[in-house]
């Protein structure tokens, strides 16, 4: 405020207010509460720049649980049920990956990564005992790395990572594999290992989100940097054990 009377009164106004931390947002999931269906009553975990994690009621009216973490989260996936068992993952700014158990207790164990994580998805969701956690880092490296920590593998990019994002398939029986945008928009599906499909688009991808859309519950949504959005889908009876293409 430049005029001093303009500071009095605002001086005037405030004193008497109790001091409140201000925080923004900085990631968001939603952990399903008690049955795992896409349209099953969730609670939004929320990661802030105060360097804590939220989980709040459906309705989204109060806390229901909240955990301060040793840095800022950036990136945020949930594994399991609230009611039943649940798991939270966090990639913060420190270069570490974090996990908050039930109920909203912070693990002692931490993963330590050689770069900055860029983005990061948890695969068998169902299970909090098996998950493995998928994390993007700046050096064009992708790791797996099971619950408690222990690498499975590597891999190297040949560019930058962007995003990465869980594709989870049934058929048959459930295959889950995760994709990965490339800053030269070029898009690669992994189970596990090995490649199983790629596509590339026309920029950089900004954000991906495979799921239900419409109809369809096999759609792959990417966002690119240009303004562009691809819909693509798999086609029926698609096998990605192999050479499956989207």
């Known amino acids: 405020l430049s005029k ?3 500071r009095a009164e605002f001086i005037e106004l405030s004193r008497k207010l109790p ?3 201000q925080t923004v947002v900085t990631c968001m999931k939603t ?3 008690d049955f795992d269906d896409n349209d099953a009553v969730s609670s939004l975990v929320i990661g802030t720049e105060a360097g804590t994690v939220l989980i709040l009621d459906p309705p989204g009216s109060k806390i229901l649980n909240q955990c301060k973490l040793p ?4 990136k945020i996936d949930v594994v399991g049920l609230y009611d039943v068992g649940y798991r939270i993952v966090i990639s913060c700014r420190d270069g570490n990956i974090y ?9 002692g164990k931490k993963i330590e990564l050689e770069a900055q994580p860029v983005d990061l998805v948890c695969l068998e969701k169902n299970s909090t005992e098996t998950y493995k956690i998928v994390v993007a880092c700046m050096d064009s490296t992708i790791h797996v790395y099971r619950r408690k920590g222990k690498k499975d593998f590597s891999l190297y990019m040949p560019s930058p990572v962007t995003n990465l994002e869980a594709i ?19 898009v690669r599906v992994y189970n596990g290992k090995n490649q199983v499909s790629s596509f590339k688009v026309d920029g950089r991808v900004r954000a991906m989100r495979y799921g239900s859309y419409g109809r369809e519950n096999t759609a792959f949504l990417i966002a ?6 691809h819909v693509k889908f798999l086609k029926p ?10």
Do not use: M
């Open 4 to 6: 001093p009377e303009e």
């Open 19 to 21: 001091l409140k931390q």
């Open 31 to 33: 952990l399903k509460k």
């Open 71 to 74: 840095s800022v989260p950036t």
């Open 99 to 107: 996990q908050i158990k039930d109920p909203g207790e912070l693990s």
């Open 168 to 186: 989870r398939v049934k058929q048959d029986r459930v295959t889950e594999c995760f994709a990965v945008a490339l800053e030269t928009g070029e």
């Open 224 to 229: 690119t940097q240009g303004g562009s959005l």
């Open 237 to 246: 009876r698609t096998s990605l054990e192999g050479g499956g293409k989207a």
